[in-house]
């Protein structure tokens, strides 16, 4: 009776699983802007799709105002047509007239939503191929409860 009651235990410590940290998740609301003086200069085009192309790659909420001077009107409907194509919603990008006259200047503001996990890093739909096992379900479960959906009203 000893010997089974010794093989037993020894039996249920090899199969304890030692627990690991819970994975912790920071959600940061972050805002970025770039204002360039002309868009006539002859790097503001690459300049602004530097400055868009790390945002649409690891921001799921991403939300822009282009404000344009009458000079900048051309470069602010080819990136507000860029953003478009690189899957933004045309919702989500809003083209502003500045108040000023007579001036080529573009500034584009950038409000955004930055999910980053301690084990999968900046989580993103844009990066779903590259995630590990469980963190699809880590984004999600943290998007719900960031921006959830509005409560159905009662007829």
Not at 23 to 35: D, I, P
Not at 72 to 78: D, I, M, Q, S, V
Not at 142 to 148: A, Q, S
Request: include cysteine.
């Amino acid at each position: 009776m000893k010997p089974m009651i010794l093989i037993l235990v020894l039996l249920l410590g090899g199969c304890s699983v030692p627990m690991s940290e819970p994975n912790r998740v920071t959600v940061r609301q972050m805002e970025s802007q770039l204002q360039i003086v002309s868009a006539r200069l002859p790097g503001a085009h690459r300049r602004a799709h530097a400055f868009l192309t790390p945002l649409r790659q690891h921001s799921d909420r991403l939300e822009l105002t282009l404000t344009f001077g009458p000079g900048a009107r051309p470069l602010a409907l080819a990136l507000k047509q860029a953003a478009i194509d690189a899957g933004l919603s045309p919702r989500s990008v809003t083209l502003k007239p500045a108040a000023s006259t007579g001036t080529d200047a573009l500034t584009i503001d950038a409000d955004y939503l930055l999910i980053e996990g301690q084990q999968c890093g900046v989580v993103s739909l844009k990066s779903a191929q590259d995630y590990r096992f469980g963190c699809s379900l880590e984004h999600n479960r943290v998007h719900t409860l960031v921006n959830p959906l509005p409560r159905r009203l009662q007829p």
